[in-house]
């Protein structure tokens, strides 16, 4: 088996003007693959989901290597929204219908130890990366009300889980300061934090565990040669017992058909200059993270010097915007009006991939010598890091967790390679008229 990537779909760095760029002490420069040589575990992939497997197979006597086609925290880990939650990115009704109770509840608890995983990661290795407590959901519609209380009842009720606090039509506004929300939840066991600042720190400790990092080491070929596996990178080839694929929305074709499986797609975040504590809390009162009802959502939280970071809108063409902030911008200015005298210092983008029932893909391949993971589907800051965790049991041999996710039937994005970005820019389009609907 032959894997070699011809870069279909080439990525456009957006992320000079980024605020986690300019807040983060920026981490020593990686050497780029100079020679062939062998390792044990090769790792494709420098983001949180290549980090972590490196982290949690640490310690087992194994040589490490990751490979990095441009910097560490280039692709998602390190632009994303921030947004560390719990459970998956479908809620548990969505679960129980499609795998029933008892692995719905599997996939519950999973979410759950994701986001205890990264706090402890955290708290371990003394990473400052503004970690801060709480996530609310917010009601765009008087109807989500009722969703929000059926599934409070619902956790209490079959999964006796209690942390959660709600907020109806009269007390929303206290917690966030728009006229666009009917009610919330607040998630008390989430979290947000400077996901830049969380791939350094977590870098940093692989290298003080002599895990190798190369930067500027893109990936042309894979080669399954029997007991182990062939990287072809910089016109060297690294030799692997097992390898390990966490690319997310970067990994194009490099794994072949399984690219049929996921859609990547850009997204883009802005931040304002720094608004100060008081007006923050009068915004945002307990300084949570925020992410609305619809279905093509905004989310929003403070960063540690209280500037407002606010993204949501996406694109699926291989280009980013040219105007990220005004993009952007117009989204921000309908929730919070009165902040458009603010100046908007930082705009950037980024690429992550969905798949179609919007759960994540783990599987392997080459007689399980390869082991990917990858279409976090927006809900990856905790689960990538949780994926490294569960692809380390895997190759220790220490649980059947990794399988429980690898036997999730996932369909392909229908249209094969010509068609699938138009049909999923018509679903798009279908579901923004559905969000403009809902608030008639």
């Given at each position: ?77 390190g ?17 129980e ?39 609310m ?11 929000f ?48 600042k ?53 990994l ?7 690219r ?23 915004l945002?009162?307990?300084n ?41 911008a ?73 399988d ?20 999923y820019?018509?679903a ?5 008229a ?7």
């Open positions: 088996m032959i894997f070699t990537k011809k870069r279909t779909y080439k990525q456009h760095d957006n992320e000079k003007d980024s605020f986690y760029k300019f807040s983060a002490k920026k981490l020593p420069d990686q050497s780029k693959i100079t020679e062939s040589f062998s390792t044990d575990i090769c790792i494709i992939g420098a983001g949180l989901t290549g980090i972590s497997s490196a982290l949690h197979l640490s310690n087992n006597g194994l040589k490490i290597t990751i490979l990095e086609a441009n910097k560490v925290g280039a692709g998602a880990s632009r994303n929204g921030g947004q560390l939650g719990i459970g998956m990115r479908k809620d548990q009704f969505f679960l219908k499609k795998f029933g109770f008892e692995r719905a509840k599997f996939f519950w608890n999973i979410g759950l130890e994701a986001v205890q995983t990264v706090t402890n990661l955290i708290k371990k290795h003394e990473i400052d990366c503004a970690l801060t407590q709480g996530i959901h917010v009601g765009n519609t008087k109807k989500d009300y009722k969703y209380v059926e599934e409070m009842n619902h956790m209490e009720k079959k999964y006796d889980y209690t942390n959660y606090e709600y907020f109806n039509s009269k007390n929303i506004k206290d917690e966030v300061a728009s006229d666009r929300y009917h009610s919330g939840i607040l998630s008390k066991d989430s979290y947000h934090l400077n996901p830049l969380l791939t350094y720190g977590l870098a940093e400790v692989c290298l003080e565990n002599n895990i190798k990092i190369f930067e500027n080491s893109p990936v042309d070929k894979i080669i399954d040669k029997h007991s182990e596996v062939h990287i072809h990178t910089n016109n060297h080839i690294i030799k692997s017992k097992k390898i390990i694929v966490a690319c997310n929305g970067y194009d074709d490099l794994l072949g058909s399984t049929n499986f996921f859609m990547p797609i850009n997204n883009y975040i802005i931040a304002t200059e720094p608004l100060g504590e008081t007006l923050a809390k009068k945002i009162k307990r949570c993270g925020v992410i609305d009802s619809r279905f093509m959502i905004d989310y929003y939280r403070f960063s540690e010097d209280y500037r407002l970071l606010f993204g949501g809108p996406e694109t699926i063409t291989s280009k980013f915007v040219k105007d990220a902030k005004n993009f952007v117009k989204r921000m200015y309908k929730v919070f009006p009165e902040i458009k005298k603010y100046k908007i210092e930082f705009s950037w983008g980024g690429t992550l991939a969905i798949s179609v029932n919007r759960l994540p893909i783990l599987g392997y391949l080459m007689n399980q010598k390869l082991i990917y993971s990858h279409a976090y589907s927006g809900h990856g800051l905790a689960m990538s890091v949780m994926a490294g965790k569960l692809i380390s049991e895997k190759i220790l041999d220490k649980s059947n967790r990794f429980m996710f690898n036997q999730i039937k996932h369909l392909k994005i229908p249209g094969g390679n010509i068609l699938r970005r138009p049909i820019s018509s798009i389009i279908f579901y923004r559905i969000d403009f609907l809902n608030k008639l």
